[in-house]
């Protein structure tokens, strides 16, 4: 039996409170094209972090050619002949073509000076090569993002990568450039590359990739010949686990209705989308990374627009469309990425719960400090926000507080429906447990809550119902009684549902 030309062993990493990595393990051979396949934060992208030199792994080995290597640093991955393309492309926009393909160790005259000549003339054959059309000397914000995947291909190529990473390479890509990738895919595995190949949608897996290596809770469960399994079995192994027994009990919510989505398209990602929130109800929003959920999200709070349908809150519809419409009805968005969008680092917890509503502790247009330090005084302690004081920099807390004060921030502004997004993301487990209460307590208040999150024991063991989003669309609505991972796993994916005893 041929040897693999890549083995990775015994991999292990651990970050402040969870194992991204323990004991995973991957073989790929050369002129393969093998699927990594996972839920999220099943340890796909730390494993292939550490094969790029990204992250330093705390144990393992990693074989290429059957020699053992040292990867540290991306460097030592290029060195090696490991290439990783990203989900989010990393090229320059305002350079050319050529000049990002050759980013780094651009070829020069003997007198120093850059020899352009060179560089097209090398780029035009690499591109040529691939059956490419693409012009060396146009800038890349020029090109589409197909095409630019594309210059990412041909960069790692031009670097004599035998090793080649790709991360979620269909999410960005229409339906016929996603059939230009996989003849390209076909050709470099003729060629003798190892391709990793890591997706979420599987009818692309079983199109593209000769084996599967599926990965759970930072482990390597299986590697299947993906001709010797069906997608309802690698769907049951990665999400093969039990709910954890953390989340408070649920109260039923009212009949009344808080929010309706009619009809909702935002483009690129929101397509024609409708559902309904009661009060005091938790509805969850599941589905895969790309699918559209926290662009749903952002159109609902005003923050994109929306091009057709409506939107009610509490049966009359939003006129204005801006997030101050939605602040001012009762609305409330805990962002995705809370340190990006949501946390002003250089300000105090006290500045980040207030920010968005000033006009409550202000007279003649001053802010009375001592009454904004006692609401907030308020709100901490009721949230259990730990800090040694409402003047430390938001910056230096836990994520969790951090979270909890974002919490704080909107409930000072009164809202009554709010829209959380990935709620627990970088947070350790009792952490976690906490957000959980806090989120249930809210909707026992009456308040109303949109939880969009990639962990489905989350979505699971918090909301009543759960809407399923695939490119864009509502693909399922569940019960809490009828759902289960492998039911959500696979509506997200858009294979059968599996047939037998279900994961509750």
């Known amino acids: 039996m041929v040897e693999p030309y890549l083995v990775m062993r015994g991999m292990c990493k651990s970050f402040p409170g969870v194992a991204a990595l323990d004991e995973a393990s991957l073989e790929v051979h050369a002129g393969e094209c093998h ?86 003339e090398v780029s035009r054959n690499w591109l040529a090569r691939l059956h490419q059309t693409i012009e060396p000397g146009r800038l890349v914000r020029e090109l589409s993002l197909a095409e630019q995947q594309m210059v990412e291909i041909v960069k790692a190529l031009s670097l004599e990568a035998r090793v080649m990473i790709m991360d979620e390479p269909s999410s960005i890509l229409t339906d016929r450039e996603l059939e230009e990738l996989f003849h390209l895919m076909k050709t470099l595995k003729n060629e003798g590359l190892a391709i990793i190949y890591i997706s979420h949608r599987l009818e692309e897996i079983f199109r593209i990739c000769d084996r599967a290596t599926v990965m759970r809770d930072g482990r390597t469960i299986a590697t299947h010949d993906v001709r010797a399994v069906s997608q309802g079995e690698l769907v049951m192994q990665m999400v093969g686990r039990a709910l954890a027994q953390i989340f408070p009990v649920r109260d039923a919510p009212s009949a009344e209705m808080a929010l309706e989505v009619r009809n909702v398209t935002s483009r690129p990602r929101v397509k024609n989308v409708s559902l309904y929130v009661r009060k005091g109800e938790i509805v969850g929003l599941s589905g895969l990374v790309g699918a559209g959920r926290t662009d749903l999200a952002r159109a609902i709070f005003g923050a994109q627009p929306i091009e057709e349908g409506e939107i009610l809150f509490e049966k ?189």
Not at 376 to 384: D, F, I, Q
Not at 442 to 466: D, F, M, N, T, Y
Request: include cysteine.
């Open 316 to 504: 009359a519809p939003l006129r204005e469309h801006t997030p101050h419409e939605a602040v001012r009805l009762g609305m409330g968005l805990l962002t995705e990425d809370r340190k990006a969008q949501g946390l002003l680092l250089n300000m105090t917890v006290r500045e980040n719960v207030t920010i968005a509503n000033l006009a409550r502790i202000a007279r003649y247009a001053f802010v009375s400090k001592s009454k904004e330090s006692a609401l907030v005084r308020a709100l901490a302690e009721g949230l259990r926000i730990k800090t040694p004081s409402l003047e430390q920099g938001i910056g230096n807390l836990s994520g969790g507080n951090q979270q909890k004060t974002l919490v704080a921030r909107w409930l000072f502004t009164n809202s009554r429906f709010l829209i959380v997004d990935e709620p627990t993301r970088g947070i350790d487990v009792g952490a976690k447990a906490e957000i959980y209460q806090l989120i249930v307590e809210l909707a026992k208040q009456g308040r109303s809550v949109l939880l969009i999150s990639s962990e489905l024991p989350e979505i699971l063991g918090l909301c009543h119902r759960i809407y399923v989003m695939r490119d864009g669309e509502i693909a399922g609505e569940f019960s809490a009684e009828q759902a289960s991972q492998e039911i959500l796993l696979a509506t997200a994916m858009g294979v059968p549902l599996p047939a037998g005893p279900s994961t509750p």
């Open 35 to 120: 699927a990594l396949v996972g839920e999220n934060g099943a340890g796909k992208s730390t494993l292939m972090k550490v094969l790029a030199g990204a992250v330093l792994p705390d144990s393992g080995v990693i074989l290429l050619g059957g020699r053992k290597v040292e990867i540290r640093s991306p460097l030592d991955a290029r060195r090696c002949g490991v290439a990783m393309i990203y989900q989010e492309l990393n090229l320059l926009p305002e350079l050319t073509v050529a000049e990002n393909i050759f980013l780094g160790r651009e070829p020069r005259w003997r007198m120093g000076l850059l020899n352009r000549v060179k560089m097209m």
